[in-house]
């Protein structure tokens, strides 16, 4: 029943019985278990299934939580920045093989950004990289992508705050981007535009809308 739970929980239905079961014991003991093997388990599949990419901050929270508790240890957290830094120097050419693998890896370094905390502050070694994928799809032939735009801003809806927070000189020039896009850039869809007009407006609004601005925007996406 336990393990029927913690499946369920963490949705890790998709992997095979064996690796759900490495999984499971990384959850509940993660000192018994290879933690290196762990975390490739973890990012080659953020990178393969965009579900399971946002799905993984959550996984790899409780992991660390688990063994800083249990032995004051930091290990799998070293082993899934180091795995991180692999992938994210091959970024381009992962965006040159697979848009959606791409999107997978910036949804998936943003989550961890998002749920792995050092004394309830983002971890600054991720400030950084999490800004150059942010830059990346705010890049013109980016724009024009609908997958890249919508990862773009579905990131900036869950992290945007915290990060400018960390640094807003480089939220500024993000942003800069972004008001360029929506104002000089010619083949964008209306879709596009529609999603840059409403994210400018969601940080000019202190990283929130109005109730009006949202029914506004989202009535015309469902349209």
Same mark, same amino acid.
């Given at each position: 029943?336990?393990?029927?739970?913690?499946?369920? $929980?963490?949705?890790?239905?998709?992997?095979?019985?064996?690796?759900?079961? !490495?999984?499971?014991?990384? &959850?509940?003991?993660?000192?018994?278990?290879?933690?290196?093997?762990?975390?490739?388990?973890?990012?080659?599949?953020?990178?393969?299934?965009?579900?399971?990419?946002?799905?993984? *901050?959550?996984?790899?929270?409780?992991? +660390?939580?688990?063994?800083?508790?249990?032995?004051?240890?930091?290990?799998?957290?070293?082993?899934?920045? %180091?795995?991180?830094?692999?992938? =994210? %120097?091959?970024?381009?050419?992962? /965006? /040159?093989?697979?848009?959606? $693998?791409?999107? @997978?890896?910036?949804?998936? #370094?943003?989550? #961890?950004?998002?749920? !792995?905390?050092?004394?309830?502050?983002?971890?600054?070694?991720? +400030?950084?990289? +999490?800004?150059?994928?942010? =830059?990346?799809?705010?890049?013109?032939?980016?724009?024009?992508?609908?997958?890249?735009?919508? @990862?773009?801003?579905?990131?900036?809806?869950?992290? *945007?705050?915290? &990060?400018?927070?960390?640094?807003?000189?480089?939220?500024? $020039? !993000? =942003?800069? !981007?972004?008001?360029? *896009? =929506?104002?000089?850039?010619?083949?964008?869809?209306?879709? *596009?535009?529609?999603?840059?007009?409403?994210?400018?407006?969601?940080?000019?609004?202190?990283?929130?809308?109005?109730?009006?601005?949202?029914?506004?925007?989202?009535?015309? +996406?469902?349209?």
């Amino acid at each position: 029943m336990e393990n029927s739970s913690t499946r369920d $929980e963490y949705k890790i239905q998709s992997f095979d019985m064996e690796t759900q079961a !490495l999984l499971k014991t990384a &959850l509940n003991d993660p000192g018994s278990v290879d933690l290196d093997k762990v975390s490739s388990v973890i990012v080659e599949q953020s990178l393969k299934d965009q579900a399971f990419s946002r799905e993984a *901050g959550r996984i790899c929270y409780t992991i +660390v939580q688990t063994e800083a508790k249990q032995s004051n240890k930091c290990v799998f957290r070293r082993q899934l920045l %180091n795995r991180l830094q692999q992938e =994210f %120097n091959a970024r381009e050419e992962i /965006r /040159r093989r697979s848009t959606q $693998e791409w999107v @997978c890896l910036v949804s998936f #370094i943003c989550n #961890i950004f998002d749920y !792995l905390k050092v004394n309830n502050t983002p971890m600054v070694p991720l +400030v950084q990289p +999490v800004y150059d994928c942010l =830059f990346r799809l705010a890049q013109p032939d980016a724009l024009k992508n609908e997958e890249e735009l919508d @990862c773009l801003v579905l990131q900036l809806h869950r992290i *945007g705050d915290q &990060l400018e927070k960390m640094d807003m000189q480089r939220m500024d $020039e !993000l =942003f800069y !981007l972004l008001r360029d *896009g =929506f104002l000089l850039q010619d083949d964008l869809s209306s879709m *596009g535009r529609l999603l840059l007009l409403e994210i400018l407006e969601f940080r000019a609004g202190g990283w929130t809308l109005s109730d009006t601005a949202q029914k506004y925007y989202y009535s015309e +996406v469902t349209d």
